[in-house]
T-cell receptor
Framework: GQSLEQPSEVTAVEGAIVQINCTYQ??????LSWYQQHDGGAPTFLSYNALDGLEETGRFSSFLSRSDSYGYLLLQELQMKDSASYFCAVPSGQAGTALIFGKGTTLSVSS | GAVVSQHPSWVICKSGTSVKIECRSLDFQATTMFWYRQFPKQSLMLMATSNEGSKATYEQGVEKDKFLINHASLTLSTLTVTSAHPEDSSFYIC??????????????FGPGTRLTVL
């Protein structure tokens, strides 16, 4: 089966850079996704990596190393509104199937 | 991006009653939708995969007779929690993929339904 490990909490100040790591164990690999969830809200898609390397989308970047079964989400120029839970996720089976989520990392950004 | 809605957004019911939650894809067709459950401060746990026109596929440990799923059209899936008990109180979230565009790898989540069973 699939399992993912990520830190439970991260704290930072506004303007800082934070990296949230995710290691995974999967039977077959079909990409690593990152989602953001604010309290009481729905998860929103941040990024997807299928190949090794860095994907950049504005202040957020995501990295993947398939040989290390490892990825990270990099958040730059942190803002208070970035305080949320961040989940890494992999497909439960082939690409496009349901997602299996990590336990989530709660990011707290202070001023 | 594609939009998924859920109704109701929250519901409070008495123990033993049944509650139906609707999940709709508003601007795309979804042959497959997914239902997740999330307890406070925990991750999303996949409950079942809802397939249009066929039976849902349930994850291990999820009672199919308790959590009835119907996917009668390409834009609507429903989850009915039958004979709800306080331990069923949770945040139920559905998701779907829009396979028609360029967001193939992205799942779009509904806003969730918070169920409280008294």
């Amino acid at each position: 089966g699939q399992s993912l490990e990520q830190p439970s909490e991260v704290t930072a100040v506004e303007g800082a850079i934070v990296q949230i790591n995710c290691t995974y164990q999967t039977s077959g690999f079909y990409g690593l996704s990152w989602y953001q969830q604010h309290d009481g809200g729905a998860p929103t898609f941040l990024s997807y990596n299928a190949l090794d390397g860095l994907e950049e989308t504005g202040r957020f970047s995501s990295f993947l190393s398939r040989s290390d079964s490892y990825g990270y989400l990099l958040l730059q120029e942190l803002q208070m509104k970035d305080s949320a839970s961040y989940f890494c996720a992999v497909p439960s089976g082939q690409a496009g199937t349901a997602l299996i989520f990590g336990k989530g990392t709660t990011l707290s950004v202070s001023s | 991006g594609a939009v998924v809605s859920q109704h109701p957004s929250w519901v409070i019911c008495k123990s033993g009653t049944s509650v139906k939650i609707e999940c709709r894809s508003l601007d795309f067709q979804a042959t497959t939708m997914f239902w997740y459950r999330q307890f406070p401060k925990q991750s999303l746990m996949l409950m079942a995969t809802s397939n249009e026109g066929s039976k849902a596929t349930y994850e291990q440990g999820v009672e199919k007779d308790k959590f009835l799923i119907n996917h009668a059209s390409l834009t609507l899936s429903t989850l009915t929690v039958t004979s709800a008990h306080p331990e069923d109180s949770s945040f139920y979230i559905c998701s779907a993929r829009d396979t028609s565009g360029y967001t193939y790898n992205e799942q779009f989540f509904g806003p969730g339904t918070r169920l409280t069973v008294l």
